[in-house]
């Protein structure tokens, strides 16, 4: 990796264009030409980004699909069936996309005409309100449609579980990283406790804005691999840590999603879900680094955006707060 720092839209140009599974893109394509819903002869054809699955994309009949497959990851805690029930519930309440097809490892989605966003998208004013009030939507509806007790997505939970693992493959793990685990620990339970009591509603988890589809007229949230039972200012800061929420758009995003006015309280704790957002994208890229994935994709890349926003936000939080 070249020590000269990229900006945060070049990570992303880099994440978005990563055809890291090309490699294993063949047998998927065979799958994929093979399955039985097809009316006639389709030609999939290989989707850019991705960093956990092989996304393709296909036409029959005048429509078109992504197909989207990818075994479990279970130092991630990504199950596929969870994903499923996650993806349908969503669609149920009205926020993604039609799954038409699945069978272990894949699912069949309805195409939606449209564009994934960049977070300079998300600061256009209407487009951050519609975010918040499909958040205030999943979050009333898609539980309601879940098929199974449903599961749970805890993140501090998770970052407990990546951090045992990172410091179990530590001779695997950049020397930097490595030195940030015991300060990245402490911080996960100072933020848990500042998040205090949680309303707890069923989430998307991971909404980055190339997680969103804007086809015009609405958005639509797309992969749902990390959807599950969470705080709900949780699912909000993952979004605002992702375009780095300005001040000014804070109050705004929030009361278009609690439909009331904005307190301190509320603002310390979207705070602190915002930073536990960052410690969650940091942790996952350096497990990615330490565990043996099938992709061409230098993580350290996305290790060093993530790592260097986090201890921006850790900071600014701590000196704005005094925690």
Known sequence: ???????????????????????????????????????????????SGGLSNINLTAEDAGRRY????????????VSRAHE??????????????????????LLVIRFIEGRSLLPADMHEPQRLLKAARLFRQLHREAHKHLES?????????????????????????????RAMLPALAAANEALERAIGP?????????????????????????????????ADLFDLGVLAMNIEIRPDEIDPYLEAYFEAPAT????YRFAAATV???????????????????IDFDFRIYSTMNAERYERMYAEFRNTYGT
């Open 84 to 105: 499923l029930q996650a993806f349908r519930a969503a669609h149920a309440a009205g926020v993604a996309p039609e799954v038409i097809h699945a069978e272990p490892g």
């Open 1 to 47: 990796m070249s020590d000269k720092p990229l900006s945060d839209d070049e990570v992303y140009s880099l994440v978005g264009g990563s055809r890291g599974m090309e490699a294993r893109s063949g047998a998927a394509i065979e799958r994929a030409r093979a399955l039985p819903i097809w009316n006639g002869p389709v030609e999939p054809a290989l989707l």
């Open 149 to 177: 007790p449903g599961f749970m997505f805890w993140p501090f939970q998770h970052h407990r579980w990546y951090i045992r693992l990172l410091h179990e493959r530590s001779d695997r793990l950049h020397e930097r990283w």
């Open 66 to 77: 992504v197909i989207r497959v990818g075994e479990d990851e279970p130092f991630f805690g």
């Open 198 to 230: 949680a309303t707890v509603v069923f989430g998307h988890n991971d909404l980055n804005p190339q997680n969103i589809m804007d086809d015009g007229e609405r958005l639509w949230f797309v992969d749902w691999e990390f959807g599950g039972f969470v």
């Open 276 to 294: 536990t957002a960052a410690l969650r994208e940091t942790t996952w890229s350096f497990v990615s680094e330490v565990m043996d994935k099938p």
């Open 264 to 267: 301190d309280e509320l603002r």
